[in-house]
């Protein structure tokens, strides 16, 4: 019989070697899976089982409506009304364009749920409008990277799913939508608060007032926008339908909005819109069944119940549990990618937090937010990298710009880590 001590220093090696040479993540768990499973003489058809399997799910079907309709919608001006509501709510106060920035990619972070999608919609628009206001390009990529990062809690975020799926199917994707409202808000104010400080340390001015003719206008535009998320979070909350019924539906919504009363771009931009769907699907959908291979690999050899008596060993102390998952998560986070993190540590980390009573719902949220941060820091801090694309920026000056929020954003994951009512007072108000 073959040693699984061996094997498991075979699959983080593999692993380990595939990242360095810069294999596409899907490749790399496929890969180190098949060379472990070589070893270990466990015919490989285990492994194509297994990841057809691992995209064997109705609840997959979520994931590509929401990224149509987001793409939908961002291939519009839904970003520039996203923008105009936010400013009609929050722009006349000093730094107001910063305040803007956070609103707006939280309200369009309610419709495309990627924080990718969000700093390249949101980013394109409020950088360039920030520069021309006087303030400074740095600052404004700091803002707009890190208020995109709301785009991966609030819901319909497509990493909620992901994380669903990765923990067995068996967490409420209703539950997890929930969850994240708050915690989602509450990131919000704390951006908004940091980029005020900021605004009055480096003395930009007020925004300027939204005339008085053109609030209803404003107003119309934006709440038409955001019926999608309305459409996508009031069926699923009132269990008028699914969130897979609910993404289908926000799709032909988004459609008709863009297409016909909108009319922003032409119908035949909908290919283009089609095939972008399509190769961002598909790589979702074999990181999804690459993953699911690896993750039969590690519950093969039984990691997820060594990793659960590693730390219970170390300490029985949730905090200090918890505290040690964040770090680990932050540390993970830079070289790493947000998805297949969430593949790869969900089936490794749940068993751990429920064994210290902690619900697989709060974890979710504390999951989406540590992953979201990754995002930003390098080397591989992909939200991080198009901010400063799009600002004609340095990734140091970026990363410089951003830190501020960073660390604010560190404490929130700390408060929502520990205080875990602000996660699971609406999942629970919505159960009884």
């Not at 995109?148 to 319909?156: E, H, L, N, R």
């Not at 951006?191 to 400080?197: K, P, R, W």
Request: aromatic content about 8%; charged content about 10%; hydrophobic content about 55%.
């Amino acid at each position: 019989m073959m040693d699984t001590t061996t094997a498991i220093i075979i699959l983080c090696a593999s692993f380990t070697l595939f990242v360095l040479l810069r294999f596409p993540i899907s490749l790399t768990l496929a890969g180190s899976s098949i060379i472990t499973l070589l070893y270990l003489k466990v015919p490989l058809a285990a492994i194509g089982q297994t990841m057809i399997q691992g995209m064997n799910s109705f609840t997959l079907l979520t994931i590509p409506f929401f990224i149509l309709a987001g793409q939908i919608m961002g291939q519009g001006k839904m970003a520039l009304r996203m923008v105009n509501l936010a400013q009609l709510l929050v722009g006349g106060v000093r730094g107001g364009l910063a305040m803007v920035n956070s609103v707006a990619c939280m309200f369009f972070g309610n419709i495309s749920g990627s924080a990718v999608a969000d700093v390249s919609s949101i980013g394109s628009v409020m950088i360039p409008m920030m520069k021309k206001k006087g303030y400074d390009t740095d600052y404004a990529v700091g803002v707009t990277v890190s208020s995109s990062i709301q785009g991966v809690v609030v819901p319909p975020s497509h990493n909620l799913v992901l994380y669903s799926l990765a923990a067995g199917g068996g967490i409420s994707i209703t539950s997890l939508f929930l969850a994240g409202i708050v915690p989602g808000l509450l990131l919000c104010v704390t951006l908004m608060t940091v980029s005020y400080i900021i605004a009055v340390k480096r003395g930009y001015q007020k925004g300027e007032p939204v005339l008085k003719k053109d609030i209803p206008g404003i107003l119309r535009d934006g709440l038409l926008s955001m019926m999608s998320a309305v459409i996508i979070l009031g069926g699923i909350f009132t269990g008028w339908f699914t969130a897979t019924e609910s993404g289908a539906i926000a799709c032909l919504y988004a459609f008709i909005l863009t297409f016909f009363v909108y009319k922003d771009i032409p119908l035949s931009r909908m290919w283009l819109i089609l095939q972008r769907t399509f190769r961002t699907v598909a790589m979702v959908l074999f990181l999804i069944a690459a993953s699911a291979s690896f993750g039969w690999v590690l519950a093969f050899l039984k990691v997820p119940g060594m990793m659960t008596d590693w730390m219970l060993s170390v300490s029985d102390n949730p905090i200090i549990i918890l505290l040690i998952i964040n770090v680990l998560l932050l540390v993970l986070g830079a070289p790493m990618d947000m998805a297949p993190l969430i593949m790869i540590m969900t089936p490794i980390l749940l068993p751990v937090v429920t064994a210290i009573g902690m619900d697989p719902v709060h974890f979710g949220i504390i999951m989406m937010l540590n992953t979201g941060i990754g995002l930003l820091t390098p080397p591989v801090g992909t939200v991080l990298f198009v901010g400063c694309s799009l600002g004609n920026i340095s990734i140091d000056q970026g990363t410089k710009a951003m830190m501020p929020f960073f660390y604010a954003m560190c404490v929130i994951l700390m408060v929502l880590t520990y205080v875990p009512g602000l996660v699971m007072w609406l999942p629970n108000l919505f159960a009884k």
